[in-house]
């Protein structure tokens, strides 16, 4: 009020200097015109206030991830001009934010029906569809955001993230170069382009000891190589090496993998062995794996969920085994796993049966730095197990209690793993395993 009255005693001093050097007419009509002067003295702060009184209301509730209370306020303004697309885009960011992905999408459409100039809409209807899985609409709705606007970082570091999310290693690492070169002092674009730096190839190994208490330990080495041909199709290639009770053994291992975006992973392959009787003599397998992600939940950030069979073509024995697992991921890197496996054993002279087993993995961070973390976790498995290897009974129950460490950065990463297993008749095994790989 105080801003009211001091610009009324302003325009009122210059309506009456200007009355005494102004024409007769003027002065009669002075109350009439001192109201006009009140009425605009009086609205014009509150025009000028309204739209960042509004948006700073939006911008603290959205700070306060209260998106209820940022919604209504933004309702309110919409009713009172359903047509300030500016207000419509608004709404469907915090729509956004607060995980209603639908009704965001549903938003930046309608938005985008009537003006298909703004980039940022585009852009926004774009980060929509990767978090609901729709990779093709996402480079559809980002693409033309560049088309618009081909000089802003921002937009290609965007269509980065999104090439990356589609397994289109390259190309996301040429629009990361194409957003530096724009804004060589892009913080988000550097940082982008470092996370998300891809390589085609990965080269894997790994030694493993079983100590058993009622036989000589066994041992086994491996080396394989994974190679990404394309954003969709990948190889692995691998040969394992083993020595049970005192028997060489060795396999040569080889699947492909379907990268199916916004879809899953699925892998088959097979294994040819020189067995010696004491490893499987052929295999074929089968996976699924199939992820979900949610950001901006606080508790559950994502879900994985992996399905696979196993055959094994033993001399004196056939196996198919059924493995299930759920992974569910919680914020600051924490992880659990719940896998459950049945196996069905047919041997030559016993006849066929099903035995179960189950396992819970929980995974945690350690230590992090800006390029590489250091991973721990531990791990508790129980069943029956009927397997047909000579290293292994016919039939036994165990119990296993364990856990390992990870080390990995962008191109490297090292693993070690222990555990100890109760078996029946007083028999116990302890396995330690490390594992490394190298990407290039």
Not at 108 to 124: K, S, T
Not at 257 to 273: D, K
Not at 277 to 284: L, R, T
């Amino acid at each position: 009020m105080q801003r009211f009255y001091v610009e009324m005693s302003l325009r009122q001093n210059e309506f009456e200097r200007a009355t005494r050097k102004g024409p007769t007419f003027i002065r009669s009509c002075s109350p009439l015109f001192l109201c006009v002067l009140a009425v605009l003295a009086f609205a014009s702060p509150v025009s000028a206030q309204e739209r960042p009184s509004w948006e700073a209301q939006v911008r603290t509730y959205c700070d306060a991830r209260e998106w209820s209370a940022a919604l209504s306020v933004l309702d309110a303004q919409i009713a009172r001009a359903p047509k300030d697309l500016d207000l419509q885009a608004w709404r469907a960011r915090v729509l956004t934010w607060a995980g209603r992905l639908q009704e965001a999408e549903q938003t930046y459409r309608e938005i985008l029906a009537i003006d298909r100039r703004d980039p940022d809409n585009w852009a926004g209807l774009a980060s929509v569809c990767l978090r609901e899985g729709k990779i093709n609409a996402a480079l559809s709705a980002i693409q033309l955001a560049i088309q618009i606007d081909s000089k802003r970082a921002d937009l290609h570091a965007a269509y980065a993230r999104i090439l990356r999310a589609a397994g289109q290693g390259r190309e996301a690492q040429a629009e990361f170069n194409n957003a530096l070169r724009i804004d060589p002092a892009n913080t988000e674009a550097r940082t982008a382009r470092k996370a998300g730096r891809s390589y085609t190839n990965e080269i894997r190994g790994g030694v493993e000891t079983d100590s058993l208490s009622y036989t000589i330990p066994n041992n086994a080495e491996s080396a394989s190589l994974i190679t990404r041909w394309t954003s969709l199709w990948s190889t692995n290639l691998g040969g394992y090496f083993y020595q049970r009770s005192g028997i060489l053994a060795d396999k040569f291992l080889g699947s492909v993998t379907l990268h199916a975006p916004s879809f899953a992973a699925v892998t088959m392959g097979g294994a040819i062995a020189d067995d010696n009787a004491v490893i499987p003599k052929s295999e074929a397998f089968f996976d699924f794996d199939r992820g979900l992600s949610k950001r901006e939940a606080t508790v559950l950030k994502g879900i994985e969920f992996q399905y696979g069979q196993h055959w094994y073509w033993y001399q004196t024995a056939r196996i198919l085994t059924l493995n299930g697992a759920t992974v569910l991921y919680f914020p600051r890197d924490w992880s659990l796993t719940l896998g459950a496996t049945g196996a069905r054993s047919a041997f030559s002279a016993l006849g066929a049966e099903w035995r179960p087993s189950g396992v819970m993995r929980l995974g945690f961070p350690l230590v992090a730095w800006s390029d590489s973390r250091l991973s721990g976790n531990i791990l508790y498995a129980a069943g029956a197990e009927n397997f047909a290897s000579a290293d292994q009974i016919g039939r036994f129950a165990s119990q296993t209690y364990g856990g390992g460490v990870r080390f990995e950065s962008s191109r490297v990463f090292l693993a070690f793993t222990y555990s100890y297993q109760r078996r029946t008749q007083n028999r116990t095994d302890s396995y330690t395993g490390f594992s490394y790989g190298y990407r290039f």
